[in-house]
């Protein structure tokens, strides 16, 4: 009997073992499947929905619509009309020897004798892909018996002890900073180390980091500045580019924040005049000056609430109504003759627009978007009066292009000293690029001036920036 009772003893610990198991592995296919069903939604709301809504770029969308019929038929080019540029003179570009070529003594097809041969020019563009040289410089130099010293020259078109010279400094910075050609791609082309291009660029950057003050209070000078700011990695860790631009100078600022002390640090804390173009983005709010939203991404909420109610009639009559006034807003600037029919042609715009806004609405979507206009009616209407001051933010968008370029490219920066040479020789060369045709001649002639001088000048910039007319605009 005792015999008995302890088999049972142990079956029935055997079947609780079992049991608790079972109701383990249970639980864990149930945690399963519900991390499989989030994935799975996620997944199908991506497909729906994009990552970011209305702010997902073409190159991330899960599926790419196709184009509509009236899309497909339309012409490219410009307008019916439209005066073309023409080819573009070739003055400012190097010649090669003119060439000459032989008419045969007589003719290929029929083998009869030719007349006398005329001329007749062809203008080509010649490319050669960029083969750099070595440069050998024999530097004289004397001991002076009196000073107890060696006195030796400088070497023109570098700097003491750096390896490459001026012009390839400036190629490497251009090519690099401005253009977007990774640095190993460039060592490949110069066939120096990519360590070596890194340290030089380290070194040009402390050399013209005292020009960023006078980017800055032209910055703040000017009547119309752009900002935008985009994700940067820096060292693996999250951070931010910030971009400030006018029509002539750029400001870059690669940071570990977003917050508003950023742009308070660049355009400070004193009343400026002129007009600030942002998104609504709290972190501009800080700035004492004018303020215009961008009408581009009020435009995008308004579509977006298109699609959050698609059945709704009040919602689709209010789209349908506003949506083409935000456009027509935009299209003004390209559109308008002269600056009087411009504001004549605001002013009705303006006044449309402000109808659509103030008509009774019950749906809170409309509700919501109203108010936006509603509240911030000082920030929604520089344009009007003022044609320097475009509705939308497309200027800084498009000079933050490259970053994301670069971004996508390189991953951001691996250090902070790395972050720093990017934001200077970006602002620098940015600057130049607005001002001159030719950024790589420009700083080339700079860096040579700077390699003459025995001591730092006190005013970098007028060497590193030519002169302009105006501190404006778009």
């Not at 742009?263 to 972190?283: C, E």
């Not at 003759?337 to 002013?347: I, P």
Request: hydrophobic residues 35%; charged residues 25%.
């Amino acid at each position: 009997m005792a015999i008995r009772d302890m088999k049972l003893c142990f079956d029935c610990l055997r079947f609780r073992r079992e049991r608790d198991e079972a109701r383990r592995e249970v639980k864990r296919l149930k945690e399963e499947n519900r991390r499989l069903r989030e994935k799975l939604d996620c997944a199908h709301r991506t497909i729906l929905e994009a990552p970011f809504g209305s702010s997902t770029p073409s190159s991330k969308q899960p599926v790419k619509a196709k184009t509509t019929a009236e899309r497909q038929a339309r012409k490219g080019g410009a307008r019916t009309g439209h005066k073309g540029r023409g080819r573009q003179t070739t003055s400012r570009r190097p010649t090669l020897p003119t060439e000459t070529v032989a008419v045969p003594q007589a003719c290929p097809n029929c083998g009869g004798r030719l007349e006398l041969p005329s001329i007749r020019t062809r203008t080509l563009l010649s490319c050669q892909p960029p083969q750099p040289v070595t440069r050998s410089v024999d530097v004289q130099e004397a001991w002076c018996p009196d000073c107890h010293k060696t006195i030796r020259p400088r070497t023109p078109g570098a700097f003491p002890r750096m390896f490459l010279d001026n012009s390839a400094l400036a190629y490497v910075a251009v090519e690099h900073y401005l253009h977007g050609q990774t640095l190993g791609r460039l060592a490949q082309i110069t066939g120096v180390h990519k360590g070596t291009l890194t340290n030089a660029m380290h070194f040009l950057a402390d050399l013209l980091a005292p020009g960023l003050e006078g980017v800055q209070q032209r910055l703040r000078l000017a009547a119309v500045i752009f900002a935008d700011e985009t994700v940067w990695r820096n060292d693996g860790d999250n951070g931010y580019a910030w971009m400030f631009r006018t029509g002539d100078c750029v400001l870059y600022r690669f940071c570990d924040t977003r917050s508003g002390e950023v742009p308070r640090s660049i355009l400070g804390t004193d009343f400026l005049r002129g007009v600030l173009v942002t998104d609504r983005y709290a972190g501009y709010n800080g700035i004492l000056m004018a303020r215009q939203f961008c009408y581009a991404h009020l435009l995008r909420d308004l579509q977006d609430i298109e699609r959050q109610f698609p059945d709704v009639p009040e919602v689709a009559a209010f789209v349908a109504h506003l949506a083409p006034l935000l456009s027509d807003a935009m299209a003004l600037r390209r559109e308008a003759r002269n600056r009087a029919q411009y504001r004549c042609r605001a002013r009705r715009l303006k006044a449309r627009i402000q109808r659509a806004i103030r008509r009774p609405a019950r749906h809170p979507a409309v509700q919501s978007y109203q108010d936006i206009f509603r509240q911030h009616r000082d920030k929604l209407y520089h344009w009007v009066d003022d044609p320097d001051v475009p509705p939308d933010n497309n200027t800084a968008e498009r000079g933050l292009r490259p970053t994301v370029i670069a971004r996508k490219l390189s991953f951001g920066s691996q250090s902070k000293r790395g972050a720093s040479t990017r934001e200077i020789l970006m602002s620098i060369i940015g600057t130049i690029s607005l001002r001159t045709h030719d950024p790589w001649r420009t700083l080339r002639d700079a860096l040579d001036r700077l390699a003459a001088s025995s001591s730092p000048p006190e005013d970098i910039g007028s060497i590193l920036f030519p002169s302009v007319p105006s501190a404006n605009a778009a």
